[in-house]
């Protein structure tokens, strides 16, 4: 594998995570992971675009993709997501499946 396609690799490993933390009923940790993926989306989207990328937080890449000019709107939103603040119960406060979204960013932002 060449050094170009890592990013791929840690995306779906963060998927896989997900996807089993959720078949775990671990939705929260779901969440992260997805989380997580999106980050890794959005480094490489900031790669490809000769962004300055050096936090590697997903929180804070995602907060970045937001203020970036000229945005998507659709990509606005689906930023917004992964920065929604759960609820005291643990709960995501809107209806959204968060590991679809990651699979719709990698889509939008790098037609993978």
């Given at each position: 594998?060449?050094?170009?396609?890592?990013?791929?690799?840690?995306?779906q490993?963060?998927?896989?995570?997900?996807?089993?933390a959720?078949?775990?009923?671990?939705?929260?940790?779901a969440?992260?992971?997805?989380?997580?993926a999106?980050?890794?989306?959005?480094?490489?989207?900031?790669?490809?675009?000769?962004?300055?990328?050096?936090?590697?937080?997903?929180?804070?890449?995602?907060?970045?993709?937001q203020?970036?000019?000229?945005?998507?709107?659709?990509?606005?939103?689906?930023?917004?997501?992964?920065?929604?603040?759960?609820?005291?119960?643990?709960?995501?406060?809107?209806e959204?499946?968060?590991?679809?979204?990651?699979?719709?960013?990698?889509?939008?932002?790098l037609g993978?």
């Open positions: 594998m060449n050094s170009q396609d890592r990013w791929k690799l840690r995306f490993k963060e998927i896989q995570k997900a996807i089993n959720r078949y775990l009923n671990n939705e929260g940790m969440r992260v992971c997805a989380r997580r999106a980050g890794i989306i959005i480094g490489e989207y900031f790669h490809r675009q000769g962004i300055a990328d050096q936090d590697q937080s997903a929180y804070n890449r995602l907060q970045k993709l203020n970036l000019p000229n945005t998507d709107e659709q990509v606005h939103i689906v930023a917004g997501y992964f920065l929604t603040r759960i609820t005291p119960d643990h709960e995501l406060p809107i959204v499946d968060l590991l679809a979204e990651a699979c719709w960013l990698s889509e939008k932002l993978e």
